[in-house]
């Protein structure tokens, strides 16, 4: 069985950086990429970026470029998502999800809920 | 860029009945589309991938056709799980950054 499995709730202040894993397990890891999307409160989903795990090849959506790092460590099969600069705007919950070279998202993890709060 | 653009916004079908919701894109994907089904405080769930095809698990009353810019996901006989947010995305294009702005399926 794949599984994509997330941390739980963050609460961050306004300037933090949050750092998100995604501990993937019943799949090759390197052999799909990850991606990243968030989605605010009552929002629909935004794609934030992937990363190729087996070379750690990144592409970021233009809106997250400068705050937004996604890694991928083969030793641990996880993925690890770092949003930085946290505003109140960045409270949303972030799911990870793989592809395979085409690009649809298989499998998602269950989301983590960040909330940017003073 | 390109912008998928999903209509309704919302759509109220009674159990039973047949849904059919739209997802446009600006320009052609091909048949380079996938569609997801997002309940409440779930994640979404992959169910066609390649415009048309079914992915694993996903019942036979969800079906997706179209190419090009216009597709549309009908499901037949409307269960109450089926009762949810829907949303398309493109992925002709790499990296695959477009996602509608989803339906919401309610219960009429």
Redesign the interface.
Known sequence: EVLLVQSGAEVKKPGATVKIPCKVSGYTFIDYYMHWVQQAPGKGLEWMGLVDPEDGETIYAEKFQGRVTITADTSTDTAYMELSSLRSEDTAVYYCANSYNSGFLNNWGQGTLVTVSS | EIVMTQSPATLSVSPGERATLSCRASQSVSS?L?W?Q?KAGQ????LI?GASTR?TGIPARFSGSGSGTEFTLTISSLQSEDFAVY?C?Q?NN?????????TKLEIK
């Open positions: 380079n996938a997801y997002q994640a979404p769930r992959l991938y992915a949303y995305q992925y790499w990296p695959p950054d477009s996602f509608g702005q989803g």
